[in-house]
């Protein structure tokens, strides 16, 4: 009643007049209304902002659509980054995952390794997101700004894990990769498609144990011609250790420096079979 004792003066009502509290009920009752709608006059309401009915009404009034998200319910902007983050996870993380898978198999991987590199790279390059655009596309609803705001948020996700990608392989690993980029060269179907020239066998000095080993690089060289020839028109399917088993005799040089190679393993999957 102290609260009200300003009101009632004013307005002359005595605290023992039951007919006079009727009264006063009612007034406070409109004083306080008029007090709610003074505190959200000209601002957005989104109490009610999940009603069909209400965001209608907002379009219609405002020939703008609600905003994605509620200010009242602080934490729908987090459920909004955290569908944007997991669509991002399964886009930008599936090639990864099936080159890993890939990698962990068994035979000869040594020779398709820096090709499965290529595609991870071309991948990141074209920044392909299938369900990330499904999920912008539901939470936009059409509105060009809120699109780009949430295609420039999906981007920033993957950018720290392309920029590591990008750095390990690029920098760290650079050495390790030029081994298997060389390596394509003892793949007989690949070697068919590169067409590799005596001025590129140079390249084999990325092997450590060829690096100061002349004599066996002009060899390579000498049967290069024989190991194109021989290789022309292989099967894809063709298992390659038994095409070097059947070809040694006529390539002893390439047949020997590829056995050595195939010790190489880009995988895990055999130490860990071991354990």
């Known amino acids: 009643l102290d609260h009200f004792r300003e009101l009632l003066e004013e307005n002359g009502f005595s605290m023992s007049s039951s007919q006079h509290l009727r009264e006063l009920i009612p007034m406070i009752l409109e004083e306080e209304r008029n007090k709610i ?37 602080w934490w729908s902007k987090w459920e909004i980054q955290l569908q944007i983050e997991l669509a991002v996870t399964v886009d930008a993380g599936e090639p990864f995952v099936r080159a890993t898978y890939y990698l962990e198999g068994d035979g000869p991987l040594v020779f398709s390794c820096y090709e499965k590199i290529l595609e991870l790279k071309e991948r990141i390059a074209t920044a392909y997101y299938p369900n990330t655009n499904v999920v ?26 392309y920029a590591y990608f990008n750095t390990k392989f690029n920098i760290d690993l650079k050495d390790a990769l ?36 002349n004599n066996t690089i002009d060899s390579l060289k000498r049967e290069l011609p024989v190991y194109l020839s021989k290789a022309s028109g292989i099967s894809n399917d063709t298992c390659k250790l038994r095409w070097w088993n059947r070809h040694s005799s006529q390539l002893p040089y390439w047949s020997k420096v ?14 860990e079979r071991i354990h």
């Open 37 to 73: 709608c003074n505190q959200i006059k000209d601002r957005e309401i989104n109490i009610f902002s999940r009603s069909p009915k209400t965001k209608l009404n907002w379009k219609t009034v405002t020939g703008l659509p609600t905003p994605p998200y509620s200010t009242t319910r």
């Open 258 to 271: 590829c056995k050595s190679l195939l010790l190489l393993q880009p995988s895990s999957a055999a130490a």
């Open 136 to 161: 912008i596309r539901k939470l936009a609803k059409n509105d060009n700004t809120v699109k780009k705001q949430l295609e420039d948020y999906s981007k920033s996700c993957a950018q720290p894990g």
């Open 178 to 213: 030029l081994v298997f980029k060389v390596a394509c060269y003892f793949d007989p179907v690949k070697v068919t498609e590169l067409q590799p020239r005596c001025c590129d066998i140079n390249d084999l000095k990325a092997l450590k144990f060829l690096a100061e080993n």
